[in-house]
């Protein structure tokens, strides 16, 4: 599974997991590429909770991807913390 990344998730998500927490993100993804919601009107793209330290699922992040199935390829378009919305 390639994993590929907007230069604006690139920064983003340095800020918000650690190394070893974006490593376990990236694991779960390329094992369940579908596990997010898909976002309607949005032609594929998904939203996935993610937890986020110690506040678990619903304070955590929000990764937004779209999955190209042909290409097994995963495009990490934007993340965010839901508490900052």
């Known amino acids: 599974m390639e994993i590929v990344e907007t230069s604006i998730y690139t920064q983003d998500i340095i800020k918000l997991l650690s190394d070893e927490e974006y490593q376990e993100l990236q694991k779960f993804l390329a094992e369940h590429p579908k596990a997010g919601d898909v976002i309607p009107a949005s032609k594929g793209l998904r939203k996935l909770r993610w937890?986020?330290?110690?506040?678990g699922k619903s304070g955590g992040i929000r990764n937004i991807y779209y999955y190209y199935e042909e290409q097994h390829t995963l495009y990490m378009i934007y993340v965010y913390e839901k508490s900052k919305t």
Not at 51 to 55: D, P
């Open 51 to 55: 937890k986020l330290n110690n506040k």
